[in-house]
């Protein structure tokens, strides 16, 4: 697949690469499991030499011999001889004082797993070295937590180290859009809509999906959990590095959440797991699942929903993490069926979805949200606000353009009228699948 979007990123990466050519730079790019991070900076860096290390879990030994045929071939310089990490990159920074150059360490977090004392030491090089230097470090790392504690927590080594920092986000609707119809140029809005709901506009996956033939709503599904699906195996791979031994709660909590159970009680009702714990360490550690209040609701107020960032992990939970036991003995058709009768209801969902992060994308408003009263009556599917220019915009989502009333939304958005009209001009929108 052809490189899309990302025009925002390069951008920065070039400049960091121009500013290395007289002050070092350490750049940290995260962004979750096959967001696409190698590939940006692979395309990004390309005006001075470049060295792609990888950092596996394996000796340290080994690495070493990796690394230095590496820059052996990339820089022409033979380094020599290492079983130490350290010493193999303070060599490598006398070297970055004569050649400007780009070292890029990917899966930077799998250090703690060869030498954890690497972290401190590379402190100690960078700092000792970095004036004089030329060299661009790039530092990639998937594992969010891992990578967050490295260099955001105060009591460790590489706080404060990094000049720069790059958040890979996924694909926006619009980009999407712009890759389905490379694939398929008489895409329908179903399979859009699919495409995102399986996908989540996550680099590898839209790949996978895609060149694999799912280019229709029908191939999607059937390619998300056909026989050697790429996608089945892909949850649990991506979270169990995250949750560790706690990964059975975590994983009936994030269950219960793509059920649809999105408050605490019936969180724990469905899981019998006291979730207040996990819940804030999944939003604020793990950056997986959103808490979010209706429009107009105090900070303090308890009436708090929660749901899963990830499209592809909320799908994932929902279709092949709860029929496991189908999964495990191959009845994939079994849960193909069950995809199939659940698609209007669950694709509803992830249209609400769809419009608000299409809202959110236009860069007009300043919050997109929803809204719900207390009781859980008069549910609205979309909010925005722009206060900027005084304007508030309540719309009602529905699959099909006929289902949408805008006399009942008026009706059910009467609260947040009577106390915003005098200070905002008020526009009711009714969108469907029409409006993708």
């Not at 121009?18 to 991070?37: D, N, W």
């Not at 058709?333 to 609400?352: F, H, N």
Request: charged share 25%; aromatic share 12%; proline share 2%.
């Amino acid at each position: 697949m052809k490189f899309y979007d990302r025009e925002k990123e390069i951008e920065a990466l070039r400049q960091i690469e121009r500013l290395s050519a007289t002050y070092a730079q350490m750049t940290v790019v995260t962004g979750r499991r096959r967001i696409g991070k190698t590939t940006l900076v692979k395309q990004a860096c390309r005006q001075i030499p470049f060295v792609y290390l990888f950092v596996g879990r394996k000796s340290e030994t080994m690495l070493c011999r990796e690394f230095t045929e590496v820059v052996a071939n990339t820089l022409g310089v033979d380094l020599g001889d290492f079983s130490s990490f350290s010493r193999f990159f303070g060599v490598l920074m006398q070297q970055s004082k004569n050649i400007n150059f780009t070292l890029v360490l990917d899966e930077f977090q799998n250090f703690k797993y060869v030498n954890e004392a690497v972290f401190g030491d590379l402190q100690n090089l960078w700092d000792s070295n970095k004036a004089d230097s030329k060299m661009n470090l790039i530092v990639c790392g998937s594992v969010s937590t891992m990578i967050s504690r490295i260099f955001d927590d105060k009591k460790e080594p590489l706080y404060g180290r990094a000049n720069n920092r790059i958040h890979l986000q996924p694909f926006s609707t619009t980009v999407l859009k712009e890759i389905l119809r490379d694939f398929n140029p008489t895409f329908t809005n179903e399979d859009l809509l699919a495409l995102y709901m399986t996908t989540g506009g996550v680099a590898k996956y839209v790949e996978e999906m895609l060149t694999h033939g799912g280019i229709t709503k029908d191939a999607m599904l059937k390619q998300f959990i056909g026989y050697g699906s790429y996608f089945v195996p892909e949850g649990k791979e991506m979270l169990s590095d995250e949750f560790g031994r706690d990964s059975g709660n975590y994983f009936s909590i994030l269950n219960a959440i793509a059920e649809g159970e999105n408050t605490r009680g019936a969180i724990k009702s469905c899981t019998g797991v006291e979730p207040g714990g996990y819940l804030d360490k999944l939003e604020k550690q793990y950056e997986l699942i959103y808490r979010y209040r209706p429009y107009l609701s105090p900070e303090q107020s308890h009436n708090v929903r929660y749901g899963i960032k990830d499209n592809f992990l909320r799908f994932w939970f929902r279709f092949v993490q709860k029929y496991i036991s189908a999964v495990e003995i191959g009845n994939t058709d079994y849960i193909l069926q069950k995809m199939q009768a659940d698609y209007e209801t669950y694709s509803g969902m992830v249209l609400e979805q769809y419009f608000r992060q299409q809202f959110a994308e236009t860069g007009q408003y300043n919050l997109v949200t929803n809204y719900w009263e207390r009781d859980g009556s008069n549910e609205i599917d979309l909010i925005a606000v722009n206060d900027a220019e005084r304007h508030l915009a309540i719309g009602e989502i529905k699959r099909q353009a006929q289902r949408v009333d805008i006399n009942r939304l008026k009706e059910k958005a009467e609260h947040i009228v009577s106390k915003q009209k005098r200070r905002y001009s008020i526009e009711f929108v009714g969108l469907s699948m029409d409006n993708m």
